[in-house]
């Protein structure tokens, strides 16, 4: 049976299939009116649940690299209600992580070897924060499409890079003696 679950201040509505919740958002903070989206879901909920089947079957069955990549930077957002600015930083960082990977076609063609392949590639073009922060990003896309069963296993574990930690900039004012050592 379906039901409501607010998340970020938007109305969900929560639909149990094979075991496990998914969430279908319903584009509202109102209460009233998910309310409503959900009656018509519940109405239809077995044709719904055997859509939602049907669609992720297919999804496993082919995801590509890129319709990965789409399929993340088109939801996530919404889902995690996040800033433009984030949004951004995940979209440079899947053009690196395209790039990089512009051979392969399906997730499941990636292994662990690929990490170090992708570590070089970031590494010869940024500097270690700017490196981190595509990894981050590159972590967070491969988690969200095995959370959403887009891909049966995330092919490697993303390590951030050590970076230099670079000493304060201190500086002392002595109190002004007239004095000028020489």
């Known amino acids: 049976m379906a039901g409501l679950r607010k998340l970020r201040n938007k109305y969900y509505v929560r639909v149990w299939i094979d075991g496990k919740e998914k ?17 018509k879901i519940q109405h239809e909920e077995i044709e719904i649940k055997q859509r939602i089947r049907n669609e992720l079957s297919d999804l496993q069955s082919r995801i590509t690299i890129q319709d990965g990549i789409n399929y993340f930077l088109k939801n996530v957002g919404k889902e995690r209600n996040l800033q433009k600015t984030t949004l951004y930083t995940y979209s440079l ?14 997730f499941d063609q990636l292994s662990k070897k690929h990490y170090s392949n992708l570590l070089d590639y970031l590494q010869n ?15 967070a896309m491969l988690n969200y499409l095995h959370e959403k069963e887009l891909i049966e296993k995330v092919p490697f574990h993303v390590k ?15 109190k002004w003696t007239g004095f000028i050592p020489m």
Do not use: W
């Open 160 to 174: 951030q890079v050590k970076t230099d930690k670079q000493l304060p900039n201190l500086f002392y004012l002595k």
């Open 93 to 106: 960082a899947m053009k690196d992580f395209k790039e990089c990977f512009k051979h392969l076609i399906t």
């Open 23 to 39: 969430l279908l958002p319903t584009g509202t903070s109102i209460k009233h009116d998910a309310e409503k989206k959900l009656r």
């Open 125 to 139: 073009r940024y500097n270690s924060t700017t490196v981190n922060i595509r990894l981050r990003s590159v972590r």
